[in-house]
């Protein structure tokens, strides 16, 4: 491997990270494992979004919310109720209390200099940083600058100069709000509203389309809708935001209330709640990247238009808005990068692995591969099963009224699994025997050998299966 010269390496390196964020992580770790000189930049807290704003901390949450609803429906417990206190004790124990001295130190520890700052390109594998103490640092890589900066919340325009929370002030949460608006109906609401609720805010959530959750299995919505509006959540389809008012108030940071009462007004009506979380999508964070000096766009990256030596990976690029998804590219790149003299592309993958992804809400909804509205769209001619979770042995006795359903996708020319939705308790856990069976091309026929043990909800596999091969007449 190479390095850098002893005379150029305090500000010279092979690979330069900008954000510190998992996949920057992953990346930088692999490459100074080899003895390459790696750097990376970060201008906020290591470890990123998915360590302190997202992935930990909304189970975190969640977990020990999904236990005590669990001892609810389960006899011979003695129900438990959640500790307001407590929980975000937990949740703070769960992100180092946004103390990320730790991961500094474990990144310095495998090779890589870590550098505090804002990071900008200023040049062909330049990159200035830019301190809080306003000193600057250049920096200058040998073969690559990559951008893992993550993403920054969509604002739509009614809501533009309105103080209100995004996804990091709700999973940071130190004053529950009384009452509560969420916009949106994706993974981060639907998540949000779960937990939001059990901490004792009345929550209203305001769905411009029809479903939660839009792309899932239709019972997916139906299902979890039901779900969310049990345990006290009133949830509004069809519903837009026209005008949103709230008085001037100081911004006191994540988790706070950051102003006076708000006022939503939709079509129909007038609502006031003590907080509002916009949790209506998030785009790649590239604003700040300074691409202009090397004459690129945020469209140029996106739509890899890069020079060879400038790659976005994971959120940054656009493509994978999973932290999981995102460290895939990120080791896939890493491994091109150490045994190719040359910067290499950002993803030359012939084929796209499938992408696993769990919403951590009771009933935990379990997801791969392609809906079967998706693969009709694609041109696949599809056989699917369902089946509910009340009729497997094993899932029933996780809980005395279990709630859930499956869903299997399988591709008729070829006979292999290509989606799966598992809707119920633990399904988390269960989600990657299917990803597994779509990544390896595993036939149904071969699946059906697939025993799962006795009595457990993997169980539910056995049905699905049959009635696929049912409906293919074998």
Known sequence: MTSATASSSEHHYELIVI??????EVLAQAVAAEGMSTAIVEHDLVGGDCAYYACKPSKALLHPIQVAHESQHLGGVQSASVVADDLLARRNAQVSHYDDSAQK?????????VVRGHGRLTGEKSVEVHASDGSTRSLQAERAVVITTGTAPNIPPVFEG????DSQD?????DVPPRLIIIGGGPVACEAASWMSALGSKVTMLIREGSLLTGFEPFVSDILTEQLEQS???IQFYTEAVQ?????GMDQGLGMIKGGPITVRTASASIEADELLLATGRRPALDSINLASVGLSVDDVLEERTPDWLHALGDAGGKHQLTHMGKYQSRQFAARFIHSAEAPDADNT??????PQVVFTDPQIAFVGLSEEAAREAGYDVITAEANFADVAGAALLRDDVVGRAKIVVDTATDCLIGATLMGPETAEMLHAATIAITADVPVSILQHAVPAFPTASEVWLGLLQQVADSAGR
């Open 19 to 24: 954000g510190a964020g998992p996949i920057g």
């Open 105 to 113: 130190q474990a990144l310095e520890e495998s090779g890589v200099t």
């Open 162 to 165: 309105i103080p209100v929370w």
């Open 170 to 174: 709700a999973t940071a949460v130190q």
């Open 232 to 234: 006290g959540v009133d």
């Open 244 to 248: 949103v008012r709230r008085p001037e």
């Open 350 to 355: 012939d084929t796209e692995p499938p992408t």
